[in-house]
């Protein structure tokens, strides 16, 4: 059969999991071309991941699914860790999320999946193969050539990019010759989901270290129950999961199991790897196929998702020309170190929850037991602090230093944190809604309309953002092109100097800049070496 050959697109996407979907579908709502392969024929069924964090909330409610995969969750929660004879060693639920969404949430993730898939199957924008395998791939300097199987027969397809977000077993991560560094922990642990539990549970994913099984209890929305049990080096996993046996291992926590209410049993064995790179030339890789993480921290997904929102704007940015090779190696300078060191954190959390020996957990529980009673320490622990978020000053960011480097509100290279506003008409919601998919410029205070023209070069919105008290004069201005807002509560304006403050927000909500007149150049300097106007401009066509 003939191999057929197209390139009507900017962008494959390999894998049609949460990952890919996500970054597929920023993609193809900024306008790119954007092709999804994968090789089902519908989205996945099975609960895997089951915490989301703020960020991703706000990635999804970028897409427009936030609301609706809120209504099938369990907002707002915490964990509890119990030690030997079921003590509590701890409890901790994340401080307030700046966010503007819940900061930890249990949910199903084949509801994520089905939301994804539908909003991409109907989006005029993008392309979604079903039913197709990716067999090979190349690439030179002009773009990505991929070979797939399709139902009728081979297939040839171009793109200027490809993302491999194809999972753990990454064929694209494999084509292009790129290992995993890391290990495997030896034990094995059997997930088990429920329906219809009928006990009543506290928003808490529960840790119990017993020192004998250790096994971790998530509960749900609507009746859904998650237990996963560590197995032991003798027992056979084929046997575990039989049905007779399921019903014998959850006989401690439903007595009376209908078959019917299993919804899974599987054994996994937790993997702690990396990707050496996210990047080989015109290929990047994603979620899974970039990293592997124990499921302690709830972060595996969560760090997919981060990955997919950072490189879809940086491809978005890439397509609209400008973007130097520099700034798409930040992809991998931003995401790579945080993807490590969330996977060490589920590394150092699960060796806590799995301790068996039994002089070690005797000392665990003494050392956790005193360590509440230190206040610092306390609050550290209760507020999940140690789950971290990114901080990519390392990346697209530049640092000026000065008055603006104190302000509590925004802080160069961290996400930007999200208000409540109000609009010249009355209209109060989150600042996100104003900032639209680009970037945006946010004058504290101050009117951005007289700033160097490269950043309406670069498309950004322009807003004055004012403080509560802000008289509606201020509110009316007459700044042409610029959005005026207000908040309903002091957070970013909080703190100013005398002299006005500007923000530069990049496409994913992360503080590129905070500047003030004086510092202008500087930051147009520093954000030219990653996107360029002047040859964006070039590429432009005269009328």
Sequence with gaps: ????????????????????????????????????????????????????????????????????????????????????????????????????????????????????????????????????????????????????????????????????ADGGRSFTRAAVGIDLVGSTQPQRWIVIDLLNEPTGRDPYAEFHCDGRRPYVLVPGVKGRLRLELMLFDHEDEHELTAPAQIRELMRPFRPELDPADIRRAAVYVAHQRIARSYRSGRVFLAGDAAHLMPPFAGQGLNAGIRDASNIAWKLVEAVRGGATDRFLDTYETERRVHGAKMMMLSRRIGAVVMATNPLSTRLRDATLQLLRKVPPVHAYLAGMRFVTPPDYSDGVTVPTGGTTAELPGVTSGRSLSQPTVTDPTGRSAGLDVHLGRGWSVLGLGADPDGLDPYFTRIGATLVRLDGPGTDETAQRGDGAGVLRLREDRELLTAGLPGEPVFVVVRPDRYVAAVFTSAEQSQVVDGLRAHVDDRVRAARQPTA
Excluded at 25 to 53: C, M
Excluded at 79 to 108: M, W
Excluded at 118 to 137: C, F, K, Q, S, Y
């Design 1 to 164: 059969m003939e191999n057929r050959i197209d390139s009507e697109r900017t962008v494959i996407v390999v894998g049609a999991g949460p990952v890919g979907l996500t970054a597929a579908l920023l993609l193809a709502d900024a306008g790119v071309r954007t092709t999804v392969v994968e090789k089902s024929t519908a989205p996945g069924d099975l609960p895997r991941a089951i915490s989301l964090q703020d960020e991703s909330f706000r990635v999804l409610e970028q897409i427009g699914i936030a609301d609706e995969l809120k209504a099938e969750s369990l907002l707002d929660t915490g964990s509890r860790y119990f030690g030997l004879n079921e003590c509590l060693l701890a409890e901790a639920r994340p401080v307030a999320s700046r966010l503007g969404h819940p900061a930890k949430t249990q949910f199903d993730q084949p509801i994520l999946e089905q939301l994804l898939f539908d909003r991409a199957m109907t989006h005029p924008g993008l392309e979604v193969l079903l039913g197709t395998e990716a067999t090979e791939i190349s690439q030179d300097a002009e773009g990505v050539t991929l070979t797939v199987s399709t139902p009728d027969g081979p297939r040839t397809l171009t793109s200027s990019w490809l993302i491999g």
